[in-house]
Every structure is written in structure tokens, then in C-alpha cells.
């Protein structure tokens, strides 16, 4: 079975140092997506960065990096310059490509909260 | 990144009445949609896979009669919570996939808060 695991459940860090959140994950797929969301408080869910099992390179998406290593299993989001901004609840998800059951859906975890301080 | 629209964002509703929510993909069509159940502080619970022209599919433990589910377009999925209940209040957010590209991102609607009086 597929498992997301998000062991912080919340975070601080200084305006404009950089931030870690931990994610790892399991399955037995051999391929799969990994998939970053903000949530602030008014509640809409935001994309951030998506890696692919198979991508050689980590992804990054502006001042967002994930920390992709597959032996270890795990995709911790880094955050860097953080702005007050950022506040808000991060998850991590992951999307199976392949698997009877498959029909694209995400399995979340339980989430981050991220509070920067000024 | 890809639009999807969630209406209403808020509804109050007396208990016995049925609430419909709307989820449009706006700048992309998306023959799977998503609807979720957020309790507050938690994660988000898949309650069922939205399939465009066929039936959705549940999650265990959701009742298919308590939330009705309408894939009628490429662009537009629709959640019918029938005679809600107090127990029924909670926040309800779509997404839509994006095939667009090879990655199968899942965007998100803004959810919608309903509570049942």
C-alpha cells in the first residue's frame, strides 16, 4: 500500500532563511509522481512543484526545491528565502502511475505547518 | 498553472435540505476530477474519483446516495450533498487533473465551506 508520511507537524523559521520539510513516502510502484501543496488559511490548495520518479534532476520552481532521493524514500520540499508569505499548512502527496487500483489519485499526508517569523 | 473554480466558496443550510457544489476547470478540460472532505487541522479524505461521461467511484465508507456526484462535461463536476445534516459541515474541495504535459497535475478548486444548521 501506498503511504505518505509528514512527520513535523509544525515548523518556524526566520524571514529569509531557508526551510526544510520532511516527506517520505512508500510504495511498491515503479513508477510514480510526487507532489507538493500549500494551503494558507482561507483554504485553497496551491501546486508548488512536482518531481517524477524517473527525473533525474531534482525539480525546482522558483525559491522551491525538492530534495528527491529515492533510495531513502523520501522528497523533502526546501523553501529558501522564506517570506511571511509561506505561512500556512504544507502536504505532500503522491500520485501511482501504475497498480490495479491506479486512477490517478493522490494520497496526501497529514501536513505541515510552516510559521514564519518576522 | 491551471484554473479550476469552486462554487459556492461558503453555504449555510437548514438540516434536510441538499446542497450542490460546483467544480469548473477553466482552461483545461479534465475527463477526472477529485472531491475531498477537510476536517479542520487534518488532511484531506478522498471521497470519491469523478470519471466525465461514466460514474464516479467512492471511497470505502462514503455513501453514494449522501453525496451525489455529476460529471457531465469535460470542464464541470458537480457534489450534491442530499438531506444534509449537521454532521455533514465540513470544507469540500475539488480538483481537477491536467493531462496536459505528461505530469497529471491535480489543481485545486479554492473548497467550500459548508455548515448545516
Known amino acids: 500500500a501506498q503511504k505518505i508520511t509528514q512527520t513535523q507537524p509544525g515548523m518556524f523559521v526566520q524571514e529569509k532563511e531557508a526551510v526544510t520539510l520532511d516527506c517520505t513516502y512508500d510504495?511498491?510502484?515503479?513508477?510514480?509522481?510526487l507532489f507538493w501543496y500549500k494551503q494558507p488559511s482561507s483554504g485553497e490548495m496551491i501546486f508548488l512543484i512536482y518531481q517524477g520518479s524517473y527525473d533525474q534532476q531534482n525539480a525546482t520552481e522558483g525559491r522551491y526545491s525538492l530534495n528527491f532521493q529515492k533510495a531513502r524514500k523520501s522528497a523533502n520540499l526546501v523553501i529558501s528565502a522564506s517570506q511571511l508569505g509561506d505561512s500556512a499548512m504544507y502536504f505532500c502527496a503522491m500520485r501511482g502511475v501504475h497498480g490495479s487500483s491506479n486512477t490517478g489519485k493522490l494520497i496526501f499526508g497529514q501536513g505541515t505547518t510552516l510559521q514564519v517569523k518576522p | 498553472g491551471a484554473v479550476v473554480s469552486q462554487h459556492p466558496s461558503w453555504v449555510i443550510c437548514k438540516s434536510g435540505t441538499s446542497v450542490k457544489i460546483e467544480c469548473r476547470s477553466l482552461d483545461f478540460q479534465a475527463t477526472t476530477m477529485f472531491w475531498y472532505r477537510q476536517f479542520p487541522k487534518q488532511s484531506l479524505m478522498l471521497m470519491a474519483t469523478s470519471n466525465e461521461g461514466s460514474k464516479a467511484t467512492y471511497e470505502q465508507g462514503v455513501e453514494k446516495d449522501k453525496f451525489l456526484i455529476n460529471h457531465a462535461s469535460l470542464t464541470l463536476s458537480t457534489l450534491t450533498v442530499t438531506s444534509a445534516h449537521p454532521e455533514d459541515s465540513s470544507f469540500y474541495i475539488c480538483s481537477a487533473r491536467d493531462a496536459r504535459g505528461g505530469e497529471n497535475i491535480q489543481y485545486f478548486g479554492a473548497g467550500t465551506r459548508l455548515s448545516v444548521l
Open positions: 510504495t511498491s510502484d515503479p513508477s510514480y509522481g
